[in-house]
C-alpha cells in the first residue's frame, strides 16, 4: 500500500514557476513508476510526466515538454514536478500517482494509487 500527498500548488502569473512534490510513504517507494496528471473543470484526466523507478526515463506530454521537469528522490521518497513559464491553459487540479508496472506510463488506468490532488491556477 502507498500513500500520496501532493504539494505546493498555488495561485501563479503567467511565466512564473512553480515546483510540485509529492511525498510516498512505504519502503517500496524506489520501486514504483510515478506520473503526473492533471484534471480541469469538465475535462478528462491528461497525462503530464512520468519517470521510472530509477528516474533513468521519463515522459511528458507535448503541451509540457520543454517547460516542466520531473525528477524524483529514493531516499526522500518524493517525486518533483518543476513547473516552469506557466501558461493560463495549465490551469487544473494536479495529481501525483504510482505504479508497480515498470516503465514510464502514460495511461492513467495504469496507476494503482493516487494523491489528492493539489489545485494549480495561473492567472493571465
Known amino acids: 500500500q502507498v500513500q500520496l500527498v501532493e504539494s505546493g500548488g498555488g495561485l501563479v502569473q503567467a511565466g512564473d514557476s512553480l515546483r510540485l512534490s509529492c511525498a510516498a510513504s512505504?519502503?517500496?517507494?524506489?520501486?514504483?513508476?510515478m506520473g503526473w496528471f492533471r484534471q480541469a473543470p469538465g475535462k478528462e484526466r491528461d497525462f503530464v510526466a512520468a519517470i521510472n523507478w530509477s528516474g533513468g526515463s521519463t515522459s511528458y506530454s507535448d503541451s509540457v515538454k520543454g517547460r516542466f521537469t520531473i525528477s524524483r528522490d529514493n531516499t526522500e521518497n518524493t517525486n518533483y514536478l518543476q513547473m516552469k513559464n506557466l501558461k493560463p491553459e495549465d490551469t487544473a487540479v494536479y495529481y501525483c500517482?504510482?505504479?508497480?508496472?515498470?516503465?514510464?506510463?502514460?495511461?492513467?488506468?495504469?496507476?494503482?494509487?493516487w494523491g489528492q490532488g493539489t489545485q494549480v491556477t495561473v492567472s493571465s
Open positions: 500517482a504510482a505504479s508497480y508496472t515498470q516503465g514510464v506510463l502514460t495511461t492513467p488506468s495504469l496507476y494503482e494509487y
Open positions: 512505504g519502503r517500496t517507494f524506489r520501486w514504483y513508476t
